[in-house]
Nanobody, 120 residues
Framework: DVQLQASGGGSVQTGGSLRLSCTAS????????IGWFRQAPGKEREGVAC??????YYANTVKGRFTISTDNAKNTVYLQMNSLKVEDTADYYC???????????????WGQGTQVTVSS
């Protein structure tokens, strides 16, 4: 079974930064996709970023501000979030095992969310 453990959420002010981490077990990053979704109250789930075989995808809403990376030795994926905006407030979920390309993402295994709150 794929298990994903996310951490790193918190509360920051507009313009601040956070780094989310997600450690995977039962899953190897080689040739597999892993990424992040988010869901804000009352809003639809949004695919934020993913990475697969060195290729990345970013939602237009975060492009240029967020960076996804992996440490394969630690089986960990990171989401560096800079220049945070109030609209980035959401629960962020790590997900893996599926599809990630330059056009989008669809991942099947989910971890628990970590909350990010950005205040003005």
């Amino acid at each position: 079974d794929v298990q994903l453990q996310a951490s790193g959420g918190g509360s920051v002010q507009t313009g601040g930064s956070l780094r989310l981490s997600c450690t995977a077990s039962g899953f190897t990053f080689d040739d597999n996709a892993i990424g992040w979704f988010r869901q804000a109250p009352g809003k639809e789930r949004e695919g934020v970023a993913c990475i697969s075989d060195g290729k990345t995808y970013y939602a237009n809403t975060v492009k240029g501000r967020f960076t996804i990376s992996t440490d394969n030795a630690k089986n960990t994926v990171y989401l560096q979030m800079n220049s945070l905006k109030v609209e980035d407030t959401a629960d962020y979920y790590c997900a893996a095992d599926g599809y990630c390309s330059g056009e989008g993402m669809a991942l099947d295994a989910w971890g628990q969310g970590t909350q990010v709150t950005v205040s003005s």
